[in-house]
């Protein structure tokens, strides 16, 4: 069981989460999420915002192609992964993940897997603007080697 | 647009979408083209010597699948260039 | 920055999220949540209901010593744990963590830490009631050897 | 209560507190006990058959703290004597 959707709007966690549980029926022992927040500063100077640009049907099947490796790899109730585009500022949230598991191993493992794959091979391309001007950045080489770590 | 060729449409993203001005052309290229064949006539449209359409540095998706640039491409494809993702 | 309740109300994860996002004042980048469940079903058979003892003031004492550790060892902007006692039913909300961190690694890391040591250094006593009979249960064997790899 | 004794708290937890029966009792031992002769006394007092008073199976806390069955116990210590915990 998963859902996966790519949207502008913010979400709401307490939303999420309440609809998540009604769909474990008591099997659950372990609900691990991950709330990514845009940081007012990045590694290269101050965020005034951050412009997230996706490929409709594409970026939506990257995600769910993690989802689906995480499934495969681990024993999961359900996954929900949110993630926004568009003019993003400080403080406003990203990304959230959600993954429930009888057990909280399986649940850190995956959940943490499902987001170092989404910084590496989900669909997006991230702007952003600091004080002065705007730069489309590039994953960051700690990130590839997150993902990879993965693989091995 | 002749019987040998063909008319596809080709979507742009993040910084290439920018340097070109545009989200997405119309191209008529060959029928048998390959994407290597499509992305030597973008470059002859907006100036070989753009270093954002070097081809070292696109990504190429046909149906939403990146594909390696001798793929084929078919009438009706959808097809995007972009510069490497950056993931969430 | 941190804080520690041992209370027999359920908490409301929305509300310790808001609280929590208001002390963050766009440092954190990300937030690794984790919440605790009842069980229909543990490894002994079904679960009719789960008494938790604790030993007031030693409990929550215990408590923040672990989310000290946690401090201590990794770059952490905000922790929160929420542990509940008294009578609860398959499907209550046992626990909540949520630690907020600059970079995700260092939440993930450290809201699995915390839970692992919670399992065996928190001043807690479980009685499982099933089918027939309740028993005090002990730590299993697994949250012991996971417990001893933080310290290796 | 003489002048070379003294009168402790103890409280039981979990099925320690099942099995006695109670959550807290007052004992009377000499001054300068250890825990060790309180848990004696208490065995004495339940029954030294009672296996959930078995000493090895007991952990025992002075004002909060683990200690050593050869600790000292002091005029109004909080004392508590429980099985081993079992985790969040």
Partial sequence: MHSVLVQEKDFSVQDEWIACRERLE?????VVSFI????????TGNVSSLYLEHYPGM????????????????????????????????????VLVIVAS?????????????MDLLKTEAVFWKKETGDEESVWIESTLDDVSRSREWQE | ???????????????????LGTSQISLTVPFESTVD????????????????????????AVNQQIVEFDEAIRQDDEIAIFPPITGG
Wanted: aromatic share 6%; with cysteine; glycine share 4%.
């Fill in chain 1, 26 to 30: 008591g099997k659950a022992g372990a």
């Fill in chain 1, 36 to 43: 990514g927040l845009v940081r007012e500063r990045s590694d």
């Fill in chain 1, 59 to 94: 970026t939506e099947a990257s995600i769910e192609r993690i989802v689906v490796k995480a499934q495969q790899r681990w024993s999961l109730l359900d996954v929900v992964v949110i993630h926004r585009i568009g003019e993003l500022q400080p403080e406003d949230q990203i």
């Fill in chain 1, 102 to 114: 009888a057990h909280r191993a399986d649940a850190f493992a995956a959940c943490e897997f499902v």
């Fill in chain 2, 1 to 19: 647009m002749t019987a040998s060729s063909m008319t596809v449409q080709v979507k742009f993203f993040a910084s290439l979408r920018e340097t």
């Fill in chain 2, 37 to 60: 064949m499509l992305l030597e006539k973008i470059q002859e449209t907006y100036g070989r010597d753009n270093p954002l359409i070097d081809i070292r540095n696109v990504r190429v």
